[in-house]
């Protein structure tokens, strides 16, 4: 036979059981959205009664082909109540976004013995306009519009260049395959640096390696001319990328700097003058 003093302390024990599992932290609603301008959640959390308070953690991200755009993280405090409590966050972007973006949104409720620890939304926007696209220059152009450099100094071969000596590269005859591979990968190296996407990385290590090894006026085996045309061809195709800007086909008139000095000295790059003379003979 179980005792009074007994019986009371079950039923104390059941009562506060019960309450432990009544009064458990969780999340009772949530929903969250965003656009162009920012985004907004709404939810609904109830406390469990041993906690006075908890704090929400969020981070919101905005990322566009991968790359994160902006994000926004933060932490909402919210205090015990006897029923849920609701909760809201909010955030405004700070830039303009144009074409697709997607938004991912983390929120996390600690103490959470049943259900969802972290509630999660991602949705993909259409802002509209057109994401810039940076076009590749030639040597020419580049030797030309030094002012517009994007950095001052680069590593080409095994030695750091700064502008005035890479710009004295660009301005050399063209005697030899080493200068020639030397001026697209200069030109390769500051296309890059001013955005336009590296789809030429692995030439433009292979040029650096060749050149860190061979001085720019020395003999050249029948393999190394090989490799050194090879990665000159690569690096000025890279270069001379059609995406719009710098192209004679669609210039204007206001263009000046697309014109046949250009097309003369690329292809000074691509042969050099004793090739180009051996054209005519």
Known sequence: MISKKMSVLLLV????????????????????????????????????ASHPYVDVEYAVAATRDGAVLEEHTGTVRLEMDAYAVPMEAAGEWSQD????????GTFFLPFVTS?????????????????TVVCAHRPAW????????????LRIGNHQRNRQELLCVLRMPAL?????????????KLNVAAGVENTAAGSIAAADTFLASRPWYSGLSHAARAEARRLINELRAFNRGDCGCGNKALAGAQDADVDEADDAEDVDDLYGWGEVKSMYR
Do not use: N
């Open 13 to 48: 024990l059941a009562v506060t059981g019960l309450a432990g599992t009544a009064h458990a932290t969780r999340w009772d609603a949530f929903s969250a959205t965003a656009d162009c301008e920012g985004w907004s959640m709404e939810g609904m959390v109830k406390i469990g």
């Open 176 to 188: 030899t395959l080493q200068v020639r591979l030397a001026r697209q990968l200069i030109a390769a």
């Open 97 to 104: 976004f144009t074409g697709d973006v997607t938004v991912i």
């Open 142 to 153: 580049w030797k030309r519009h030094h002012q517009e450099w994007p950095v001052s100094q």
């Open 115 to 131: 259900g969802d620890t972290i509630k999660t939304f991602e949705q993909v926007l259409d802002c509209g306009g057109d994401v």
